[in-house]
């Protein structure tokens, strides 16, 4: 088992800039890639960002290419979320996810384990 805490929410303006930590405890010695994912009011949970166990290979969801930027300290088994120039439609609840797996993946239902999310609100 791998238990998340999502950390870093809050308010920002527009323009402005976050970042969300993910704490990891439990079975981390074992490989696991990490993803972040949001889910706004009515929608459903969406794909943000996904790195890989050793933090190589990552991807973006095309709405926060260029913008966001995933990475993850193993020693600290703590991955990161920063959030440049945010907009008011990156408002949302933030998860974070792992999987027992070394390999990324952008599908939530590949993801075995949650956090409770972070409020991220962005006001214009």
């Known amino acids: 088992q791998v238990q998340l805490v999502e950390s870093g929410g809050g308010l920002v303006q527009a323009g402005g800039s976050l970042r969300l930590s993910c704490a990891a405890s439990g079975r981390t010695f074992s490989p696991y890639a990490m993803g972040w994912f949001r889910q706004a009011p009515g929608k459903e949970r969406e794909f943000v960002a996904t790195?890989?166990?050793?933090?190589?290979?990552?991807a973006y969801a095309d709405s926060v290419k260029g913008r966001f930027t995933i990475s993850r300290d193993n020693a600290k088994n703590t991955g990161y979320l920063q959030m440049n120039s945010l907009k008011p439609e990156d408002t949302a609840v933030y998860y974070c996810?792992?999987?027992?797996?070394?390999?990324?993946?952008?599908?939530?239902?590949?993801?075995?384990?949650w956090g409770q999310g972070t409020q991220v609100t962005v006001s214009s």
């Open positions: 790195i890989s166990w050793r933090g190589s290979s990552t």
């Open positions: 996810a792992a999987r027992s797996s070394q390999f990324y993946a952008s599908n939530r239902y590949d993801y075995n384990y």
